[in-house]
């Protein structure tokens, strides 16, 4: 007899339906398919000019018919594609009936509609002309500027329960969300949850903001060999949307209406940095605590991790911090452990990256196949791991650990597992 | 009573009428007072500017403090009063297990380049290489550090330490509700045993009112409490900057560490409801699953003063002849921090044992002792959610 419940005596996380969207493609099938070739998103930046910036390169996202339209209907757009293809999958037909978690980048007011507004009159300057003009702006200005509004759209929708969560924690969000979506299940608030990250907010202001705080890589000279994590001559993460979706669903409600399990959700856990504002505590102790959270929440013990999916963002401080956090946590195994990072091909996704790099070690469990580090020529040598490099790998994974460390500390990790643990 | 009871053990509380929930027990329970308002600086936009405050006393550091803008400074530092008054300032263990939701919004933008490229974008036909020109070379680096949503729940850990989890909620009103809604959800259930929620708005920046005046919401012209604005120029929103923080614990958790809480958290109902013709109803059955069989209750009322919203909601609380109060006469609007305010007066009321006086002449005297309030906070465009709050026994 199956058992519904985990080693705490909670429902079972089953994930049921995934979706995904990145400068891939659109859909698992397009992404996994150039992923496990190794094949690179990230290219020149031609949705605004890159006059004068010291990064002209960018995963984005420019095939969808929002791609030119602004972050926030981008952002509906890829969360809202990834969405409807993970429901596709799970089988749910009409109204989705149960929560939705939304991790998002934060909304502001855009260039575009600055300055249209701004042309509008003629009478005092900055920002006292804009109120006089702003009452008069259309209802898809106000909403581009509304925290809540692409998962209130998104939520009638898909028919969600309830008030839907917009959440940011950062690089964390992801995973986050997909976190929100499991604490609900266990609490028995409802049977299933939709969890998406979705980023379309790669914009000029965006990407300079990044680059004035030394973030972002400017090797622009060969755009798909510019993320390089764990490599030695890294020197940043290249900006990147994209977006995924999880259909959670509780282990019993999945079978009693015969859908097909694609993994499970073991373990979430969290912890904060209290030590500076982009970079970590140099002991390493709130990564390996999120780690060690995860796993104990998962009941697994670290030697049942098969396959590490790396935060692995290609600056030089996370992928030194992560070898050195993971390290402790699995010890003399972590130089064997075959660890990846998806942000070699596809760029740092921001708030979609921990849905995205979910749903990717979810498919690397299903399919058999890791995805590699691509561009890894040039090792660090401070860093001793199994990173696959440059080629995929056949294994038989039965769960992975997903590390998401974000920009202000908020630290999420994911284990996930093929079977019910 | 269990002991997974939800109880509020410290409140965090910055408005235009003071700082601490004793000084606004004080001006709010003596008759009503004046509210503080500042009708000239956003003319014709009125807004309920912040007190003085000695960031020191909260944010020790000055590198810390300089690394914010008033926003992320201001809930920092509400946060701080909040975790004094629980008795968990400075305990390690106890705020390196804490969890924290935050409601956010975004953080303040840089007002002078933001004009100097719209004045600049008049004569320049090339507006997007104006932009990179502009924003590479006059946009301070860490600013965008003080303009990330996360970044005050960031903040939080690094002045406070609070260390346990850090997520952040947005979505206007609607991201406070769900943060209480979370807390409480993850006590009651056992997935956690004492957490931050809170959230802070500074309407003191022309970026802020510009967020509401998109859609039109904002009041013009005199001031006026926030139940008589309807047919008055505007939408009806005066905004206020301030800050709520709440420490949320359970029962058995405060009482092992012998903490006397405010009030018990009995309730909390979010919801997304549509804003059509059967929106009064709506709220009617939200208010009747949030204050189930509870009687002689004090609404403690975040209504926003935008025009259909806030008529649905006094639609509502007439039909249940309730004895109401509602704060934004007196502090304004402070969107992602609106429904930690209700929740907050709430609780000091009850724990008081005394309602608030009448916050303007429409509202009734409260007689006899109080045991229960209910929180209230419609969006002013979407979602909507009520909080029960009791005596903690």
Known sequence: MTKYTDH???????????????????????????????????HPITRFPVDLLNTRIAGTVDFLGSSNQGATALTYELAETAAAEAIGQSGLAGAFDGPLFLASPPVELSWHSRFAMYGQSDEQEGYARLLATASKQNGDVFDSVMFGAVADRLADRFGATGLPITLSTACASGATAIQLGVEAIRRGESDRALSIGADGSATAEALIRFSLLSALSTQNDVPEKASKPFSKDRDGFVLAEGSAALVLESLESALARGAKVLGVLAGCGERADDFHRTRSKPDGSPAIAAVRAALADSGLGEDRIDYINAHGTSTPENDKMEHMSLSTVFGERMRRLPISSNKSMIGHTLSAAGAIEAAFSLMTMLEGVIPPTINYDNPDPAIELDVVPNAKRQADVSAVLSNSFGFGGQNTCLVMAREPV | MSAHDVVITGIGLVSSLGEGAEAHWTALSAGPPAPVVD??????????????????????????????????????YTAGLALDEAGMKGDEALVGSMDMVIAAGGGERDAAVDAAILAASQTRADREVLLNEKLTTELRPTLFLAQLSNLLAGNISIVHKVTGSSRTFMGEEGAAVSAVDTAFARIRSGQATHVLVGGAFQSEHPDMLLGYELGGYLHRGPHAPVWQRQGMPGGGIVSGSGSAFLVLEQREHAEKRGRKAYAELLAVTPGRSKRDAGYEDALASIYARTAKDAENLLVVSGASGAHAATAAEQAVLARRGAVVRGYSSLIGHVKEAQFFVAVALAALAVGKGKAFSPFDGSEKPFSGPLTGALATTVGYHYFEGMALVAAAE
């Open chain 1, 8 to 42: 705490l005596g909670r429902p079972v996380v089953a994930v049921t339906g995934i979706g995904v969207v990145t400068s891939l493609g659109v859909g698992k099938q397009e992404n996994w398919a150039a992923l496990t070739s190794g094949r690179s998103g990230i």
């Open chain 2, 39 to 76: 009708s000239e600086r956003f003319a014709p936009f009125s807004f309920h500017p912040l007190p003085e405050i000695d960031w020191s006393r909260q944010i020790a550091k000055r590198g810390d403090q300089r690394q914010m803008e008033t926003w992320q400074r201001l809930g920092t």
